[in-house]
């Protein structure tokens, strides 16, 4: 699996958009960008995730650049809850379940 | 609502006492995977299962085991506990196609041996 990048830490207010970027320059075609999250003491919570598209759910959205080697996990309306590490997964999806490798991460900071 | 449950949430036991961590999901998931999570080291897979009857060990399997007798639920037994599996326990679920691998996890267990 790729390589991913993050920024080590990260604030922002409450009530504006959270903007977590992460650099995969070695991606390759058929792996998937995937965005987990963990709440301190709380298990790993999936978040999104995106081969080339755009995507956007319930919880955030995830823009892809056109060249793949970077993304952008995008929390429109931050609260107090949202304060997490992020951590962005670059996996190939081959049919057959795998194990998660999670780097460091971004620790995100949501203050009043 | 589909959960992943695990029990009990807290523990704590001796040196060389038999544990056993429950993981039970609803999901009807065929993929169970366990985790544990310390300090400097991040989460790291120590068995894993895609069925019934089928389990592989991971990367730090070395004293625990684990059976798969039905769909919802993966035991993780620590056949004879030592202090340096004092850890936060994971146990996930997946159902995988070529286009998702989604795990799902419980709340975790964080086990304590003395």
């Known amino acids: 699996d790729a390589k991913t990048t993050q920024p080590t830490s990260m604030d922002c207010a409450e009530g504006r958009a959270a903007n977590l970027p992460c650099n995969h320059s070695t991606i390759s075609g058929n792996e998937y960008v995937y965005w987990y999250r963990q709440i301190h003491s709380q298990g790993p919570q999936y978040i999104i995730h995106?081969?080339?598209n755009n995507e956007t759910n319930e919880m955030a959205s995830l823009i892809i650049t056109e060249d793949r080697k970077s993304s952008t996990l995008i929390l429109p309306h931050a609260t107090l809850r949202d304060t997490a590490v992020y951590y962005c997964i670059v996996r190939a999806l081959t049919g057959t379940a795998s194990k998660l490798t999670f780097g460091t991460g971004t620790r995100l900071q949501v203050t009043l | 609502d589909a959960e992943i449950t695990q029990s009990p949430r807290h523990k704590i036991t001796e040196t060389g006492r038999q544990v056993t961590l429950a993981c039970h999901q609803t999901w009807n998931h065929n993929n169970m995977f366990w985790y544990r999570q310390d300090l400097g080291h991040g989460l790291r897979l120590i068995h894993y299962?895609?069925?019934?009857?089928?389990?592989n060990k991971g990367e730090v399997s070395d004293g625990y085991s684990v059976s798969r007798s039905n769909t919802e639920d993966l035991p993780l037994t620590l056949e004879s506990a030592a202090s340096s599996q004092t850890s936060v326990y994971f146990c996930?679920?997946?159902?995988?196609?070529?286009?998702?691998?989604?795990?799902?996890f419980g709340p975790g267990t964080r086990l304590t041996v003395l």
């Open positions: 995106g081969l080339k």
């Open positions: 299962s895609y069925g019934v009857q089928d389990t």
């Open positions: 996930a679920s997946s159902d995988t196609t070529l286009s998702t691998d989604t795990q799902y």
